[in-house]
Structure formats: structure tokens, C-alpha cells
């Protein structure tokens, strides 16, 4: 069991940085890939960023790659997501995920067991 618990989340102005933090209970972080996904009022959730067990593989959604880094701290229990130069259209909910998943499979949320409960991420023009 792994429980998820995102923060970092907030307002900025259009062009600022936000650093998102995902943080998990449990023993067994390194077993499972971790991702971020978010969720805009009447869109539906989509993929953000990965990152392998043990942080030596990562992808990105266009939109947000060269902007966003994903990384993690094994011995922290912590995943991260910088996010730089942010857009209004980058507002929305964002959760990070847990799960033994591998390759492109890591782009979609119904191969992922854990969720947080979410954090709210507002960018102003």
C-alpha cells in the first residue's frame, strides 16, 4: 500500500515556476514508477511526466516538455516536478500516480494503482 500525498501548488503569473512535490508512505517507493498527470475544469485528466523506479528513465507530454523536469529522491520517498515558464493553459489540477508500469505504458493513468488527492496549480496572464 502506498499512500500519495501531493503540495507545491498555487498562483503564479504566466512565465513564473512552480515546483510540485509528491510525497509517499511505505518501504517499497523505488518499486514503482511515478507520474504526473493533471485535470482541467471539464477536460479530461491527461498525462504530464514520468519518471522509472529509479529515476534513470523520464518522458513528457509535448506541451510541456523543455519546461517541466521531473526527477526523484529514492531515499527521500519524493518525487518532484519543476515546472518553469508557465502558461495559463498549464492551470489544473495536478496528481501524481504510482505503479508498476513500464515503457509508453507509463503515459496512461489506468496502469497506475495510487493517486493522490491532488493540488491545485492557477497561472495568471
Known amino acids: 500500500q502506498v499512500q500519495l500525498v501531493e503540495s507545491g501548488g498555487g498562483s503564479v503569473q504566466a512565465g513564473g515556476s512552480l515546483r510540485l512535490s509528491c510525497a509517499a508512505s511505505g518501504r517499497t517507493f523505488s518499486t514503482y514508477a511515478i507520474a504526473w498527470f493533471r485535470q482541467a475544469p471539464g477536460k479530461e485528466r491527461e498525462f504530464v511526466a514520468a519518471i522509472s523506479r529509479f529515476g534513470s528513465y523520464t518522458s513528457y507530454a509535448d506541451s510541456v516538455r523543455g519546461r517541466f523536469t521531473i526527477s526523484r529522491d529514492n531515499a527521500k520517498n519524493t518525487v518532484y516536478l519543476q515546472m518553469n515558464s508557465l502558461k495559463p493553459e498549464d492551470a489544473a489540477v495536478y496528481y501524481c500516480?504510482?505503479?508498476?508500469?513500464?515503457?509508453?505504458?507509463?503515459?496512461?493513468?489506468?496502469?497506475?494503482?495510487?493517486w493522490g488527492q491532488g493540488t491545485q496549480v492557477t497561472v495568471s496572464s
Open positions: 500516480a504510482a505503479g508498476v508500469v513500464y515503457a509508453d505504458y507509463r503515459r496512461d493513468p489506468n496502469h497506475y494503482t495510487y
